[in-house]
């Protein structure tokens, strides 16, 4: 099984269940950004059309977890964390209007290598 490069924080998880009280099943999609700060999309489940590119990084809460083909490039070697923040969450997202919002916070995941001989 390979490591799931997605988490959240119990903040996170919370906000994920208020949310599926009220709208059902949910997914996430992250696309642009390019650093700590970038706001994670939170959709109903079948709302959002993804693409061919896009990569699955795992679950969280339940909830399938999206990212944009190149922005995988991007982040391959980075597990990100979904976290809640003051504030109002993307025009679309699930999460706007709760004056809570989810943000990706991201660490470097351990990378191997060889070295050529």
């Known amino acids: 099984m ?68 190149d922005q995988y490039e991007v982040w391959k070697h980075t597990k990100l964390i979904i976290d809640v923040v003051p504030g109002r969450g993307g025009m679309f997202s699930l999460d706007n209007g709760r004056e809570k919002r989810f943000l990706t916070r991201s660490e470097v995941c351990s990378i191997s290598y060889r070295s050529s001989p």
Not at 26 to 33: A, E, L, N, P
Not at 54 to 62: F, P, T
Not at 63 to 69: H, S, T
């Open 2 to 69: 390979t490591e799931q490069k997605v988490s959240a924080t119990p903040a996170a998880l919370e906000l994920i269940e208020e949310i599926k009280r009220d709208h059902g099943p949910i997914m996430f999609h992250q696309s642009g950004g390019c650093c700590d700060g970038s706001s994670p999309m939170c959709y109903a489940q079948g709302d959002f059309l993804l693409g061919d590119d896009d990569v699955l990084l795992g679950e969280i809460g339940g909830a399938p977890f999206y990212i944009g083909g």
